[in-house]
Protein backbone atom coordinates (compact mmCIF):
# COMPACT_ATOMS: atom_id res chain seq x y z
CA UNK A 1 0.00 0.00 0.00
CA UNK A 2 1.05 3.32 -0.82
CA UNK A 3 1.28 6.33 2.09
CA UNK A 4 -2.04 7.40 0.98
CA UNK A 5 -3.75 4.15 1.46
CA UNK A 6 -4.36 3.53 -2.33
CA UNK A 7 -3.45 -0.11 -3.22
CA UNK A 8 -0.02 0.19 -5.42
CA UNK A 9 -0.89 -0.44 -8.69
CA UNK A 10 1.20 -4.33 -10.50
CA UNK A 11 4.85 -3.93 -11.45
CA UNK A 12 5.28 -4.44 -14.85
CA UNK A 13 7.84 -6.54 -16.61
CA UNK A 14 8.56 -6.24 -20.27
CA UNK A 15 9.93 -9.22 -21.94
CA UNK A 16 11.47 -8.20 -25.32
CA UNK A 17 13.92 -10.75 -27.05
CA UNK A 18 16.51 -9.06 -29.35
CA UNK A 19 18.57 -10.59 -32.29
CA UNK A 20 20.52 -8.44 -34.82
CA UNK A 21 18.21 -5.39 -33.89
CA UNK A 22 21.04 -3.06 -33.69
CA UNK A 23 19.14 -0.04 -34.98
CA UNK A 24 16.07 -0.91 -33.24
CA UNK A 25 16.86 -0.81 -29.53
CA UNK A 26 17.57 2.32 -28.70
CA UNK A 27 14.35 3.63 -30.52
CA UNK A 28 12.51 1.04 -28.73
CA UNK A 29 13.94 1.67 -25.19
CA UNK A 30 13.12 5.52 -25.82
CA UNK A 31 9.37 4.26 -26.75
CA UNK A 32 9.05 1.96 -23.98
CA UNK A 33 10.21 4.35 -21.40
CA UNK A 34 7.75 7.23 -22.84
CA UNK A 35 4.70 4.45 -22.71
CA UNK A 36 5.48 3.28 -19.19
CA UNK A 37 6.45 6.75 -17.69
CA UNK A 38 2.85 8.04 -18.06
CA UNK A 39 1.34 4.88 -15.68
CA UNK A 40 1.70 4.67 -12.18
CA UNK A 41 3.14 1.27 -12.45
CA UNK A 42 6.50 0.87 -11.23
CA UNK A 43 8.29 -1.53 -14.31
CA UNK A 44 11.25 -2.84 -15.91
CA UNK A 45 12.19 -3.66 -19.13
CA UNK A 46 14.16 -7.06 -20.03
CA UNK A 47 15.85 -7.00 -23.06
CA UNK A 48 16.98 -10.51 -23.90
CA UNK A 49 20.25 -10.50 -26.32
CA UNK A 50 19.67 -13.72 -28.37
CA UNK A 51 23.79 -14.24 -29.61
CA UNK A 52 23.26 -11.19 -31.54
CA UNK A 53 26.55 -10.27 -34.01
CA UNK A 54 25.96 -6.95 -35.56
CA UNK A 55 26.56 -4.46 -32.61
CA UNK A 56 23.30 -4.82 -30.64
CA UNK A 57 25.24 -6.40 -27.83
CA UNK A 58 27.32 -3.49 -27.37
CA UNK A 59 24.19 -0.99 -27.99
CA UNK A 60 22.16 -2.98 -25.04
CA UNK A 61 25.21 -3.12 -22.76
CA UNK A 62 25.04 1.18 -22.99
CA UNK A 63 21.21 1.05 -22.47
CA UNK A 64 21.59 -0.77 -19.21
CA UNK A 65 24.55 1.17 -18.08
CA UNK A 66 22.43 4.60 -18.00
CA UNK A 67 19.00 3.13 -17.18
CA UNK A 68 18.53 0.75 -13.98
CA UNK A 69 15.30 0.08 -14.89
CA UNK A 70 16.70 -2.25 -17.63
CA UNK A 71 17.92 -5.67 -17.25
CA UNK A 72 20.07 -6.67 -20.50
CA UNK A 73 20.53 -11.03 -20.27
CA UNK A 74 22.86 -11.83 -22.97
CA UNK A 75 22.90 -15.52 -23.96
CA UNK A 76 25.85 -17.44 -25.12
CA UNK A 77 24.24 -18.39 -28.95
CA UNK A 78 21.38 -17.86 -30.84
CA UNK A 79 18.86 -19.94 -29.49
CA UNK A 80 15.61 -18.92 -31.03
CA UNK A 81 13.15 -16.48 -30.23
CA UNK A 82 10.96 -18.89 -27.57
CA UNK A 83 13.66 -19.88 -25.71
CA UNK A 84 14.51 -16.18 -25.33
CA UNK A 85 11.50 -15.06 -24.44
CA UNK A 86 11.97 -17.71 -21.40
CA UNK A 87 14.74 -16.55 -20.40
CA UNK A 88 13.44 -13.08 -20.26
CA UNK A 89 10.11 -14.71 -18.74
CA UNK A 90 12.56 -16.21 -15.69
CA UNK A 91 13.72 -12.81 -15.02
CA UNK A 92 10.78 -10.98 -14.39
CA UNK A 93 9.78 -9.48 -10.89
CA UNK A 94 6.51 -7.92 -12.36
CA UNK A 95 3.21 -8.91 -11.23
CA UNK A 96 2.23 -8.25 -14.69
CA UNK A 97 4.67 -9.80 -17.67
CA UNK A 98 4.24 -8.13 -21.26
CA UNK A 99 5.93 -9.66 -23.83
CA UNK A 100 6.64 -7.83 -27.22
CA UNK A 101 8.84 -7.52 -30.47
CA UNK A 102 12.13 -5.51 -30.37
CA UNK A 103 12.20 -4.62 -33.86
CA UNK A 104 9.58 -1.99 -33.50
CA UNK A 105 6.59 -3.59 -34.84
CA UNK A 106 4.64 -3.75 -31.48
CA UNK A 107 3.94 -0.37 -30.45
CA UNK A 108 5.04 0.41 -26.87
CA UNK A 109 1.54 2.87 -27.07
CA UNK A 110 -0.87 -0.07 -26.45
CA UNK A 111 0.48 -1.42 -23.46
CA UNK A 112 -2.28 0.62 -21.44
CA UNK A 113 -4.91 -1.32 -23.95
CA UNK A 114 -3.90 -4.54 -22.59
CA UNK A 115 -3.41 -3.56 -18.87
CA UNK A 116 -7.02 -2.18 -19.03
CA UNK A 117 -8.65 -5.46 -20.47
CA UNK A 118 -6.00 -7.69 -17.95
CA UNK A 119 -7.73 -5.84 -15.47
CA UNK A 120 -11.12 -6.81 -16.48
CA UNK A 121 -10.23 -10.11 -14.84
CA UNK A 122 -8.29 -11.67 -17.34
CA UNK A 123 -5.21 -13.76 -17.14
CA UNK A 124 -3.78 -13.36 -20.83
CA UNK A 125 -4.73 -10.20 -22.99
CA UNK A 126 -3.41 -11.11 -26.59
CA UNK A 127 -2.82 -8.51 -29.01
CA UNK A 128 -4.35 -8.58 -32.71
CA UNK A 129 -2.50 -7.02 -35.42
CA UNK A 130 -5.73 -6.01 -36.94
CA UNK A 131 -4.06 -4.31 -39.65
CA UNK A 132 -1.16 -5.83 -40.38
CA UNK A 133 2.48 -4.51 -42.12
CA UNK A 134 3.39 -7.67 -43.51
CA UNK A 135 3.64 -9.01 -46.63
CA UNK A 136 0.09 -10.58 -47.19
CA UNK A 137 1.40 -14.04 -49.58
CA UNK A 138 4.54 -15.22 -47.52
CA UNK A 139 2.76 -13.76 -44.01
CA UNK A 140 -0.49 -12.66 -43.81
CA UNK A 141 -1.88 -15.36 -45.21
CA UNK A 142 -0.03 -18.42 -44.00
CA UNK A 143 -0.52 -16.77 -40.29
CA UNK A 144 -4.48 -16.61 -41.20
CA UNK A 145 -4.77 -20.23 -41.84
CA UNK A 146 -2.25 -21.24 -39.00
CA UNK A 147 -4.88 -19.07 -36.44
CA UNK A 148 -7.72 -20.71 -38.25
CA UNK A 149 -5.91 -24.21 -37.16
CA UNK A 150 -4.90 -23.41 -33.69
CA UNK A 151 -8.04 -22.07 -32.81
CA UNK A 152 -10.14 -25.19 -33.86
CA UNK A 153 -7.42 -26.89 -32.18
CA UNK A 154 -6.78 -26.13 -29.45
CA UNK A 155 -10.48 -24.53 -28.71
CA UNK A 156 -9.10 -21.19 -27.75
CA UNK A 157 -10.23 -18.78 -30.44
CA UNK A 158 -8.08 -15.87 -30.95
CA UNK A 159 -7.47 -13.62 -34.07
CA UNK A 160 -3.88 -13.85 -33.72
CA UNK A 161 -1.72 -16.23 -32.25
CA UNK A 162 1.57 -15.26 -33.95
CA UNK A 163 1.12 -11.42 -32.26
CA UNK A 164 4.26 -11.40 -29.76
CA UNK A 165 3.01 -8.30 -27.88
CA UNK A 166 0.75 -10.16 -25.05
CA UNK A 167 0.19 -9.71 -21.42
CA UNK A 168 -0.11 -12.40 -18.93
CA UNK A 169 -0.29 -12.46 -14.84
CA UNK A 170 3.04 -13.76 -13.42
CA UNK A 171 1.38 -16.94 -12.15
CA UNK A 172 0.16 -18.51 -15.55
CA UNK A 173 3.88 -18.30 -17.11
CA UNK A 174 4.96 -20.57 -14.19
CA UNK A 175 4.04 -23.54 -15.31
CA UNK A 176 4.73 -23.19 -18.94
CA UNK A 177 8.08 -23.63 -20.43
CA UNK A 178 8.74 -22.79 -23.89
CA UNK A 179 10.40 -24.71 -26.37
CA UNK A 180 10.66 -24.42 -30.40
CA UNK A 181 7.84 -22.04 -31.90
CA UNK A 182 5.87 -22.47 -28.36
CA UNK A 183 5.49 -19.10 -27.07
CA UNK A 184 2.42 -18.37 -29.43
CA UNK A 185 0.69 -21.35 -27.93
CA UNK A 186 1.15 -19.56 -24.36
CA UNK A 187 -2.66 -18.62 -24.53
CA UNK A 188 -3.89 -22.06 -25.64
CA UNK A 189 -1.30 -23.82 -22.48
CA UNK A 190 -2.84 -20.79 -20.15
CA UNK A 191 -6.64 -21.63 -20.81
CA UNK A 192 -5.92 -25.13 -20.46
CA UNK A 193 -4.09 -24.34 -16.89
CA UNK A 194 -7.57 -22.73 -15.67
CA UNK A 195 -6.33 -19.16 -16.98
CA UNK A 196 -9.01 -16.56 -18.74
CA UNK A 197 -7.95 -15.20 -22.19
CA UNK A 198 -9.04 -12.02 -24.46
CA UNK A 199 -7.66 -10.47 -26.72
CA UNK A 200 -7.24 -6.41 -27.99
CA UNK A 201 -6.91 -4.55 -31.22
CA UNK A 202 -3.39 -3.66 -31.50
CA UNK A 203 -0.75 -1.21 -33.79
CA UNK A 204 1.71 -2.94 -36.18
CA UNK A 205 4.28 -1.23 -38.05
CA UNK A 206 6.15 -2.00 -41.00
CA UNK A 207 10.01 -3.41 -40.29
CA UNK A 208 11.89 -0.02 -40.09
CA UNK A 209 15.38 -1.24 -39.77
CA UNK A 210 17.06 -5.11 -40.27
CA UNK A 211 15.27 -8.12 -41.55
CA UNK A 212 12.91 -10.81 -40.83
CA UNK A 213 14.56 -14.20 -39.02
CA UNK A 214 12.35 -15.75 -40.52
CA UNK A 215 11.14 -17.54 -43.54
CA UNK A 216 8.25 -19.43 -45.03
CA UNK A 217 10.17 -22.53 -43.06
CA UNK A 218 8.65 -21.19 -40.00
CA UNK A 219 5.16 -22.61 -41.36
CA UNK A 220 6.05 -26.59 -40.63
CA UNK A 221 7.82 -25.97 -37.40
CA UNK A 222 4.60 -23.98 -36.34
CA UNK A 223 2.23 -26.65 -37.47
CA UNK A 224 4.46 -29.57 -35.88
CA UNK A 225 4.45 -27.60 -32.31
CA UNK A 226 0.69 -27.12 -33.06
CA UNK A 227 0.77 -31.08 -33.08
CA UNK A 228 3.30 -31.83 -29.90
CA UNK A 229 0.69 -28.89 -28.24
CA UNK A 230 -2.48 -30.76 -29.20
CA UNK A 231 -1.56 -34.07 -27.70
CA UNK A 232 -0.01 -31.96 -24.41
CA UNK A 233 -3.46 -30.59 -24.04
CA UNK A 234 -5.57 -33.49 -25.23
CA UNK A 235 -3.83 -36.67 -24.09
CA UNK A 236 -0.56 -36.23 -21.94
CA UNK A 237 -2.15 -38.12 -19.02
CA UNK A 238 -3.35 -39.95 -20.53
CA UNK A 239 -1.68 -41.06 -23.93
CA UNK A 240 -2.67 -44.99 -24.31
CA UNK A 241 -6.41 -43.18 -25.08
CA UNK A 242 -4.85 -41.72 -27.97
CA UNK A 243 -2.71 -44.85 -29.52
CA UNK A 244 -5.29 -47.21 -27.89
CA UNK A 245 -8.00 -45.71 -29.55
CA UNK A 246 -5.99 -46.26 -33.33
CA UNK A 247 -4.47 -49.49 -31.95
CA UNK A 248 -7.78 -51.00 -31.71
CA UNK A 249 -9.29 -49.49 -35.12
CA UNK A 250 -6.11 -51.00 -36.86
CA UNK A 251 -6.35 -54.25 -34.95
CA UNK A 252 -10.49 -54.77 -35.45
CA UNK A 253 -9.95 -53.77 -39.26
CA UNK A 254 -7.13 -56.08 -39.33
CA UNK A 255 -8.99 -59.30 -37.63
CA UNK A 256 -11.89 -59.02 -39.47
CA UNK A 257 -9.66 -58.30 -42.92
CA UNK A 258 -7.71 -62.01 -41.90
CA UNK A 259 -10.61 -63.74 -40.96
CA UNK A 260 -12.10 -63.14 -44.09
CA UNK A 261 -9.03 -64.58 -45.85
CA UNK A 262 -9.50 -67.21 -43.52
CA UNK A 263 -12.70 -68.09 -44.66
CA UNK A 264 -11.56 -67.93 -48.18
CA UNK A 265 -8.41 -70.28 -47.76
CA UNK A 266 -10.44 -72.61 -45.83
CA UNK A 267 -13.19 -73.01 -46.34
CA UNK A 268 -13.78 -72.08 -49.80
CA UNK A 269 -9.71 -73.73 -50.61
CA UNK A 270 -9.25 -71.08 -52.70
CA UNK A 271 -5.38 -69.70 -53.12
CA UNK A 272 -4.88 -66.61 -51.19
CA UNK A 273 -0.86 -66.14 -51.28
CA UNK A 274 -0.72 -63.75 -53.74
CA UNK A 275 -3.12 -61.42 -52.50
CA UNK A 276 -2.67 -57.88 -51.45
CA UNK A 277 -5.74 -58.12 -48.80
CA UNK A 278 -3.41 -60.75 -46.78
CA UNK A 279 -0.16 -57.80 -46.74
CA UNK A 280 -2.55 -55.59 -45.55
CA UNK A 281 -4.85 -57.57 -42.91
CA UNK A 282 -1.06 -58.38 -41.39
CA UNK A 283 -0.34 -54.99 -41.41
CA UNK A 284 -3.11 -53.54 -39.57
CA UNK A 285 -2.39 -56.26 -37.00
CA UNK A 286 1.01 -55.40 -36.51
CA UNK A 287 0.30 -51.93 -36.50
CA UNK A 288 -2.45 -52.34 -33.89
CA UNK A 289 0.43 -54.14 -31.34
CA UNK A 290 3.21 -51.14 -32.33
CA UNK A 291 0.39 -48.75 -31.50
CA UNK A 292 -0.63 -50.34 -28.34
CA UNK A 293 2.79 -50.59 -26.70
CA UNK A 294 3.95 -47.32 -27.94
CA UNK A 295 0.62 -46.07 -25.66
CA UNK A 296 2.01 -47.98 -22.99
CA UNK A 297 5.44 -46.64 -22.97
CA UNK A 298 3.95 -43.18 -23.33
CA UNK A 299 1.94 -44.15 -20.19
CA UNK A 300 5.03 -45.12 -18.75
CA UNK A 301 6.64 -41.58 -19.75
CA UNK A 302 3.88 -39.94 -18.43
CA UNK A 303 4.20 -41.36 -14.66
CA UNK A 304 7.95 -40.38 -15.05
CA UNK A 305 6.86 -36.93 -16.28
CA UNK A 306 4.08 -36.14 -13.70
CA UNK A 307 5.96 -37.78 -10.42
CA UNK A 308 9.58 -37.41 -10.66
CA UNK A 309 8.45 -33.72 -11.26
CA UNK A 310 6.40 -33.71 -8.78
CA UNK A 311 3.91 -31.40 -11.04
CA UNK A 312 0.22 -32.06 -10.57
CA UNK A 313 -2.61 -32.72 -12.90
CA UNK A 314 -4.76 -30.09 -12.02
CA UNK A 315 -4.19 -26.67 -11.52
CA UNK A 316 -6.21 -25.18 -8.33
CA UNK A 317 -7.24 -21.30 -8.29
CA UNK A 318 -7.16 -21.12 -4.29
CA UNK A 319 -7.54 -23.43 -1.18
CA UNK A 320 -10.01 -22.19 1.55
CA UNK A 321 -9.68 -23.77 4.95
CA UNK A 322 -12.23 -22.34 7.87
CA UNK A 323 -9.59 -21.21 10.69
CA UNK A 324 -6.63 -22.13 8.60
CA UNK A 325 -4.29 -20.43 6.07
CA UNK A 326 -5.60 -19.65 2.90
CA UNK A 327 -4.05 -18.55 -0.05
N1 LIG B 1 14.22 -13.01 -32.47
C1 LIG B 1 15.08 -13.60 -31.54
N2 LIG B 1 15.74 -14.74 -31.88
C2 LIG B 1 15.59 -15.33 -33.11
C3 LIG B 1 14.69 -14.74 -34.03
C4 LIG B 1 14.02 -13.58 -33.68
O1 LIG B 1 15.22 -13.11 -30.42
O2 LIG B 1 16.23 -16.35 -33.35
C5 LIG B 1 13.51 -11.77 -32.10
C6 LIG B 1 13.68 -10.62 -33.08
O3 LIG B 1 14.82 -9.84 -32.78
C7 LIG B 1 12.39 -9.85 -32.87
C8 LIG B 1 11.37 -10.94 -32.58
O4 LIG B 1 12.13 -12.07 -32.14
O5 LIG B 1 12.49 -8.99 -31.76
C9 LIG B 1 10.52 -11.31 -33.79
O6 LIG B 1 11.33 -11.64 -34.89
P1 LIG B 1 11.01 -11.12 -36.36
O7 LIG B 1 10.68 -9.67 -36.33
O8 LIG B 1 12.14 -11.53 -37.24
O9 LIG B 1 9.71 -11.95 -36.75
P2 LIG B 1 8.51 -11.42 -37.65
O10 LIG B 1 8.02 -10.13 -37.08
O11 LIG B 1 9.08 -11.24 -39.03
O12 LIG B 1 7.49 -12.51 -37.58
MG1 LIG C 1 9.10 -8.48 -36.68
Aim: glycine share 8%.
Amino acid sequence: MSPEGAPTPPKLSIVAPVYNERESVGPLHRRLVEALDALPNPFEIILVNDGSRDGTTEALDAIAAEDERVVVVHLRRNFGQSAAMQAGFDQATGDVVIAMDADLQNDPADIPLLLAKLDEGYDVVSGWRKDRKDKWLTRVLPSNVANWLISTMTGVHLHDYGCSLKAYRREVLADVTLYGELHRFIPALAYWAGGTVAEVPVTHHARQFGQSKYGLSRIFRVMLDLIAVKFLLSYSTKPIRMFGQWGCLAGVLGLVVLAYLAYVKLIMGLDIGHRPLLLLGILLVFMAGQFITLGLVAELQARTYYEVRDRPVYAARRTVRKGGDAE
